[in-house]
């Protein structure tokens, strides 16, 4: 069973742009949440999308965003990138809507602001 | 709200060594469930084991063992007779049954010297 992936895994963009990550879930898996990384702040929970609805948002500002496809598969926008959103994006899958579920993490995305 | 700490930021063993890692939790609900993952230097966050409030057997899987006391919130892992390829960060998480996002601690860095 092929695991999750995501593209691009490394994105150098520049203050003010916008950027889209994607994910692709592990097949069967309905639930997809993202997390930044950070070396100060650690895994920060985003959001996470069950069957193409976001389930929950964590305390991030209104230019992350996300949608999930019928497929499962899953983007995540952020707008107006800022030198602080520079960190290692992952995203991971479960197989249902995040509680008892343990979920399967992708190798995640470096994005670089300059 | 729920809270996970990891007071250990860094722990470095020789080889052959065992080694506990701790995990504190806070949680109001009584039900809830918790995680372990580890983040080895290519970065990809694995999980490892779950564990529901209702269950405090310990477990043993090898050399990775976990010790669950909800007396004093506490979900320790310990690895026995450590090896170079358990150097990695190790995440302990919580998901509370109010809650749809996973917590996850600040990880312990684990280096085990050959």
């Known amino acids: 069973k092929a695991g999750v992936t995501q593209t691009p895994r490394y994105l150098i963009k520049t203050r003010g742009q916008q950027v889209t990550l994607s994910c692709s879930p592990i097949s069967g898996h309905r639930s997809v949440s993202w997390y930044q990384q950070t070396p100060g702040q650690g895994l920060q929970f985003l959001f996470e999308?069950?069957?193409?609805?976001?389930?929950n948002k964590g305390n991030f500002p209104g230019r992350f965003s996300g949608r999930q496809f019928s497929n499962s598969r899953s983007e995540m926008n952020v707008s107006t990138l800022e030198l602080g959103d520079s960190a290692l994006y992952l995203c991971?899958?479960?197989?249902?809507?995040?509680?008892?579920?343990?979920?399967?993490f992708g190798p995640g995305t470096r994005l670089t602001v300059t | 709200a729920q809270k996970v700490t990891q007071a250990q930021t860094e722990i470095s063993v020789v080889e052959k060594e065992d080694v506990t890692l701790d995990c504190v939790y806070e949680?109001?609900?009584?039900?809830?469930?918790l995680f372990w993952y580890k983040q080895p230097p290519s970065g990809e966050l694995v999980f490892l084991i779950r564990?529901?409030?209702?269950?405090?057997q310990n477990e043993i899987s090898g050399r990775y063992s976990w010790n669950f006391q909800k007396s004093t919130s506490s979900f320790n892992f310990t690895i026995t007779a450590s090896q170079v390829v358990d150097s990695a960060v190790y995440f302990c998480a919580l998901n509370s049954g109010g809650y749809q996002k996973v917590t996850f601690g600040t990880g312990t860095k684990l280096q085990v010297i050959p």
């Open positions: 991971a899958s479960s197989l249902r809507s995040l509680g008892s579920y343990e979920q399967y």
């Open positions: 564990r529901n409030s209702f269950d405090e």
């Open positions: 949680t109001r609900d009584t039900t809830y469930y």
């Open positions: 999308y069950f069957s193409e609805t976001q389930r």
